[in-house]
């Protein structure tokens, strides 16, 4: 066999290859791993070169090592620090730019991405652990560079040090700079003395040998007579070269339902104010779902942070939002332009009625209305000094005040809903948020002082929670209102009559609702067929429903809107 057979077969043993689908592609990284019962250190880095050079670079000439600078002072001479790679005598290789910049201080070596990488696409480090993550928070995207910084060498290994990026990243850096990455590479490690191995070293304590993109170093070990010491130099290109329209997305335009003819950026900032388009409210789904954006559902805007907002909308009919164009291109990124886009739809298909926000706001002021209502006919009752929050749990005034967007529970009740598909389990989730504002708030223990004072015999509410004790309650003032009696004076008539009368049920609606949330707790079994009987007792046909529960979610709002409105009036008269 050749030598440079030879030498590819011995080095093919030893190398690690980047595998074709990585999601990162390494830019530097220092590190060793047990191999074949030795050490083995890799030490990469990245030069960028013009591309026209690459065939110029010889593997015995490269060397990841970072040069730089030494900083000292002279007066006839001012530092500047520099940092370079060595990759040929060739111009342009002697001092080839670095991606990566390192240096390394008693045993432990840096790695750091490049300010001029980073500043390009506005990167954000957050630091977790030992590592620093660089995010792109202008899309968002997170983890553009991955960089654990540090490797700390205690002989003979060196603890594992990196820099990554994302592929599309660095596609897009070449192409603005016009440069190629080469990443250079070193690797050592020991090996047991093998035919392939004899027949390079040929009775001799070295050989050097170089083919294609790699050289080879082989010397004997000092102290063991059947183990020779590698050493493998090479480079590669670390992207393969592009085509012009490959690496950098060119901002075109958008076509707009109901909008003729392209709008670019141009366009919709300089010929088109006061013009809008409509989306459909499904673009709101990804914000919804993402912590770090704020959707504000009474608009349809969103926002993101600090960094950008999507904002003059106005949300129309049942599932549209108008937007108006020139405020979307005026800062708004390009990508979630792209996003918004997607759900463009002709205003002629928007769907008439009240949207979801309209829906839970609605509902949530009959709510903190009944509180209130309810809190002052207990007091009058007791001689209590209730305020709707001590049985609602809820306060009005506070959440007016800091803004309903800090109010969490309103939040999830007021996320879209899609018109063209809501799934068994998303409304059964949704049912569960609904209780967790209209149930879960009332305040038991209050409740109770209430029913108390009212001299309900213990035997009668015994093992009685929230709902129980107020619709008792509701009941209570319910045969007042129809019996002409004083809710102080004849309190033991009255609770006489709501014991004996067991037919009026004020809160149905409510526990319908219940019985939903606990089907989704509990799954098991025919949920539809279980679902029958809540649904009815709302008044929904459950023969009516497909496989799209928008419209029972619809349903149930207005249904749930409707049974404290009519509370409401009437404990009002009281």
Request: aromatic content about 10%; overall charge negative.
């Amino acid at each position: 066999m050749s030598n440079p057979n030879l030498i590819l077969k011995l080095i093919g043993s030893v190398l690690e290859e980047t595998l074709p689908g990585e999601e990162y592609l390494t830019l530097a990284e220092l590190r060793s791993v047990t191999h074949e019962d030795s050490i083995k250190t890799i030490d990469t880095n990245t030069a960028l070169i013009s591309p026209g050079l690459f065939k110029k670079i010889k593997a015995s000439h490269t060397n990841p090592f970072v040069n730089s600078t030494g900083a000292s002072y002279h007066e006839d001479w001012a530092y500047t620090p520099d940092f370079w790679l060595y990759l040929s005598p060739a111009p342009g290789l002697k001092k080839a730019e670095t991606l990566v910049v390192s240096w390394t201080s008693g045993n432990q070596t840096t790695l750091l991405p490049d300010q001029g990488l980073v500043k390009t696409f506005d990167l954000i480090p957050r630091f977790a652990g030992d590592e620093t993550l660089w995010h792109d928070l202008a899309k968002p995207l997170y983890n553009v560079i991955i960089n654990k910084p540090v490797s700390n060498y205690d002989f003979p290994s060196h603890t594992e040090s990196y820099v990554k990026i994302l592929p599309e990243y660095l596609e897009i850096y070449l192409k603005l700079r016009k440069k190629s990455a080469v990443q250079i590479f070193t690797i050592k490690t020991d090996l047991p003395l093998d035919s392939t191995t004899a027949e390079l070293l040929n009775g001799k304590d070295h050989y050097k040998g170089e083919t294609g993109h790699f050289e080879i170093r082989l010397r004997r070990s000092f102290n063991q007579d059947k183990r020779i010491h590698i050493e493998i130099n090479g480079y590669r290109l670390l992207l393969p070269p592009q085509k012009d329209e490959d690496a950098i997305p060119k901002e075109i335009g958008h076509y707009w339902q109901g909008i003729g003819g392209l709008v670019d950026s141009w366009r919709a900032r300089h010929e088109m104010p006061g013009e809008f388009a409509y989306v459909s409210d499904e673009v709101l789904d990804r914000y919804e779902q993402d912590d770090d954006y704020e959707v504000h559902p009474e608009s349809g805007s969103v926002s993101y942070l600090n960094q950008w907002s999507i904002s003059h909308c106005e949300r129309i009919g049942r599932n549209g939002i108008k937007v108006e164009i020139k405020k979307l291109y005026e800062g708004t990124p390009y990508g979630e332009i792209d996003y918004w886009n997607k759900f463009s739809i002709d205003p002629s298909a928007i769907r008439p009625g009240e949207n979801i926000e309209e829906k839970s706001r609605r509902l949530i002021r009959r709510f903190f209305l009944f509180g209130r209502i309810l809190a002052k006919l207990i007091n009058r009752a007791c001689n209590f000094d209730y305020t709707a929050a001590h049985i609602i749990t809820l306060d009005e005034d506070s959440i007016d005040h800091r803004g309903w967007a800090e109010f969490l529970d309103y939040e999830q009740i007021s996320r879209h809903i899609p018109a063209r598909g809501f799934s068994k389990d998303q409304f059964l989730t949704r049912c569960k948020s609904l209780y967790q504002l209209l149930g879960e708030n009332l305040q038991e223990a209050r409740i109770r002082k209430a029913i108390t004072c009212l001299e309900f015999p213990d035997s009668a509410i015994n093992g009685f929670r929230s709902l129980k004790l107020l619709e008792m309650l509701i009941r209570y003032f319910s045969i007042a209102r129809n019996s002409g009696l004083d809710i102080t004076k004849d309190n033991l008539e009255i609770v006489k009559r709501t014991l004996e009368k067991n037919d009026n049920f004020p809160l149905a609606d409510l526990s319908a609702l219940v019985n939903i949330r606990n089907l989704g707790s509990h799954k098991g079994g025919d949920i539809k067929t279980k679902l029958q009987t809540p649904l009815k007792a709302l008044g929904i046909a459950p023969n009516a429903i497909s496989n799209n529960y928008a419209y029972v979610c619809d349903a149930v709002y207005d249904r749930l809107a409707d049974m404290f409105t009519e509370l409401n009036e009437w404990l009002v008269d009281l």
